[in-house]
């Protein structure tokens, strides 16, 4: 696994420099603005939840590695309700009109937060034990960087101690790797070289929608600023 890892690596280092990261961790712009990206995450956040619950855990556990995985998915899929959380604590909890609320998460706008989500489920559904650790591991580094720059934000936010899933707790709760998981352990999984290539593939998958998907909240987010209009009007 470790030359699985190495690229990795190579796509989160690349990550931390994107746009949308460096937008989080600019602090000549008022936290307000910069977690005012909340609400574009809403269906790639809350399908991660059920991804972790449906297409990742397995009932009867049949190897090592699925065990692992089990324990990882058990504690992720909870994390959804700390991000309903925010949201009212962040003033998104708006009352509107049920046919917007399905416009804006099934909007032409968001696709690119569906296509990530939609993406890891179709990858992790039929997929072998030894991939969906790659998928995790790839969807761990990048969340990694993206929960440290949002902690940075929330971190000098007017509610930031009120804070859960955008704040320094959430980050504290993942590794950046498998939950539950030692490093070494999951780097000693042995990845029959026929999967190598899936597994490289999978790996770029989950980074360049990450990026899209990042691509299309920093867009949505400093059009909505820009027009002083609420997130539910672009």
């Known amino acids: ?31 307000t603005q910069r ?27 049949d190897s090592p ?8 998915a058990e504690e992720d899929q909870t994390h959804f309700a700390w991000f309903l959380h925010d949201l009212k604590v962040l ?12 416009r804006f998460l099934w909007s032409d706008e968001g696709k690119h937060a569906r296509e990530l989500g939609h ?18 591991e790839a969807l761990e580094a990048q969340g990694n960087v993206w929960l ?15 804070l859960i899933y955008f704040s320094q707790h959430h980050l504290e709760r993942e590794t950046g790797h498998a939950i539950g998981s030692d490093v070494d352990e999951v780097r000693a999984t042995v990845l029959p070289e026929a999967l190598r290539p899936r597994a490289e593939e999978l790996i770029h998958g989950v980074f360049d929608r990450t990026e899209a998907f990042c691509d299309e909240m920093l867009r949505r987010t400093r059009g909505a600023l820009e027009s002083g209009g609420s997130f539910l009007s672009d």
Do not use: W
């Open 1 to 31: 696994m470790q030359a699985i890892f190495d690229i990795i690596e190579s796509r989160r280092s690349a990550y931390e420099r994107h746009p949308f990261i460096r937008f989080l961790r600019d602090d000549s712009v008022p936290a």
């Open 35 to 61: 977690l005012a990206y909340a609400p574009y995450g809403s269906h790639f956040v809350l399908t991660f939840g059920e991804f972790n619950r449906d297409f990742l855990h397995e009932d009867e556990p």
């Open 65 to 72: 590695q699925q065990k692992m995985i089990n324990e990882h």
């Open 91 to 102: 003033g998104f909890d708006l009352e509107c009109r049920f046919t917007d609320a399905l």
């Open 119 to 136: 993406y890891v489920i179709a990858a992790a559904r039929d997929a072998s034990a030894e991939l969906r650790l790659v998928i995790i």
């Open 148 to 162: 440290c720059a949002t902690a940075h934000a929330a971190s000098s936010h007017p509610e930031g101690d009120r």
